[in-house]
RNA sequence: GUGAGUGUAGCUCAAUGGUAGAGCACUGGACUGUGGAUCCAGAUGUUGUGGGUUCGAUCCCCAUCACUCACCCCA
């Protein structure tokens, strides 16, 4: 019989990823803690249609990337691609915006997205984002971006770099985008087919296009700062100058484009390298027109989202590994297993992270079992230390020529020796 | 959706048109209450799957599946 196996693109996480996952995630909630950002938690399931009219019908994540599929009673449903959909609907639905003007929410869980995989990219991924409801000052756009950066730098990452752009306005994107096609169509000639085709569905993405010869066509393309209205400007200007402040600054980056369509103003990209042909770490920015589009009342709003997958993989390459708590290891002699147990519920209730083997076979072997899991000590209990009413305490790092290679104690010292032990 | 590469033991990888081997890991022993070093012994494979060529295929051919990487797109 064939064996079942994962779905593509999706993966088991073990134990020797998971203790970085666990690593990471306390810090990224104490990073969320300390700027005020409460956890927002929403279905990983949604109506197709909240996705649709957020992130847009014509994008690729919603036109071919979306697990979509009827429910019993034919509605269409979907699996998350992204957070803030979700996140957005819920402030609405619940009236978040009504009962309190300002709101700083975080998420973090799975999406799902039917690419083909890759490194750093994953059917189901995780991502981690925070969402600043209810101001459209541009001190709101530094936070977010400062917390995106505070992430990153709270778990000991510092090869990153972070790009801005601005994507405009309602009141003066359309000019510019008129001029940026007029523009394009004058130079086609020089285009990929692919930027051909981008030309009629979404000319601003011809900007980000990696082949040469339109990387050249964009780097002489018209840049939206110097069509953006002066508001807009003047709201770019800040948010640098509010960086700057920060010591964050940043690197303007005219032909950053977001994949979705609800964007603003603001925009930003957390980049970094080691992620194969993947660069951007995070990602986010101003989506001051999402939350009335969707039916809401009017609320200013700024975000961003981290890939966590990604982050995972810059930790393995950069970042020393975590440390786990001292593994404290009872050997017992055969026959003397019913003794152990007193004894580890006893370490345990005390804080200690202690095992024994379940298998109890030879005294050697359950030795063996200890160094394998990298015991820090190991109990020893025998016929001699249960008549005495003692346990041997073996140091599995000291030197085997060792005068404090193993001792014997008393039972009611037990945990104040192995405590002081640890101590140092 | 498109392209390329790779599928052999738990892991990393050899090998040859004549029914597969090493290292590591595992289990036991040398050491009847002591891990890490050494030595000895043991267990493990439908060579991804299906078909074709052949007296004979793990090897050659075709198909298929899976994985990896890249394109597209994105965190």
């Known amino acids: 019989m064939d064996p079942i196996r994962v779905i593509r693109g999706m993966r088991d996480l073990l134990p020797e990823q998971t203790r970085w996952w666990r690593w990471m995630e306390q810090r990224l909630d104490g990073v969320m803690d300390r700027y005020g ?4 938690r929403t279905p990983v399931l949604e109506h197709t249609g909240l996705f649709a009219r957020s992130i847009g019908q014509e994008t690729d994540i919603v036109a071919k990337e979306m697990y979509t599929f009827a429910d019993r009673d034919g509605s269409s449903l979907s699996l998350r691609p992204e957070g803030t959909a979700a996140v957005v609907r819920s402030f609405i639905e619940n009236n978040l915006g009504k009962k309190e003007p300002l709101h700083r929410l975080f998420y973090r869980g799975p999406m799902f997205r039917h690419e083909r995989p890759q490194k750093g990219r994953y059917r189901q991924f995780y991502q981690l984002g925070a969402e ?6 541009p001190s709101a756009d530094v936070e977010i971006i400062e917390v995106a950066v505070g992430c990153l730098q709270a778990i000991g990452l510092t090869d990153f770099s972070l790009e801005l752009n601005t ?20 130079h086609e000639r020089q285009l990929c087919t692919d930027c051909r085709r981008r030309l009629a569905s979404n000319p601003l993405r011809v900007l980000d296009c990696k082949q040469a010869a339109c990387t050249a066509v964009a780097e002489a393309a018209p840049h939206l700062l110097d069509h953006a209205c002066d508001d807009c400007r003047q709201q770019f200007d800040q ?13 303007l980056n005219h032909r950053m484009v977001r994949g979705l369509d609800y964007y603003n103003r603001t925009t930003f990209e957390l980049l970094a390298a080691g992620l194969g042909a993947q660069n951007a ?8 027109g999402l939350v009335e589009s969707m039916g809401g009342i009017p609320t200013p709003a700024v975000g961003f989202a981290a890939g966590l997958d990604r982050i995972v993989l810059l930790l393995e390459q950069q970042v020393a590994e975590p440390e786990r708590p001292p593994l404290l290891f009872i050997a017992a002699q055969p026959g003397y297993w ?11 209730q005390a804080g200690f992270t202690a095992v ?7 005294f050697k072997s359950q030795l063996k079992r200890a160094d394998r ?4 000590l190991v109990l020893l209990l025998g016929q001699d230390e249960i008549e005495q009413g003692t346990v041997t305490i073996k140091d599995m790092q000291a030197p085997s020529d060792s005068e404090r290679k193993q001792w014997q104690v008393e039972r009611g010292g037990l945990l104040q020796e192995i405590g002081g032990f640890l101590e140092r």
């Open 37 to 40: 950002y409460a956890e927002i």
């Open 132 to 137: 600043l409801f209810g101001s459209a000052h």
């Open 167 to 186: 994507q405009g306005c309602p009141v003066c994107r359309p000019g510019y985008r008129e001029q940026l096609t007029a523009y394009l169509r004058e």
């Open 239 to 251: 948010v640098r100058a509010g960086l700057e402040k920060l010591g964050i600054g940043g690197r």
């Open 281 to 288: 770490v995070a990602g986010g920015g101003r989506y001051d």
């Open 338 to 348: 019913l003794e152990t147990l007193p004894l580890l519920q006893q370490l345990r």
């Open 356 to 362: 024994n083997d379940v298998r109890q076979g030879s």
């Open 373 to 376: 899991l990298g015991a820090r």
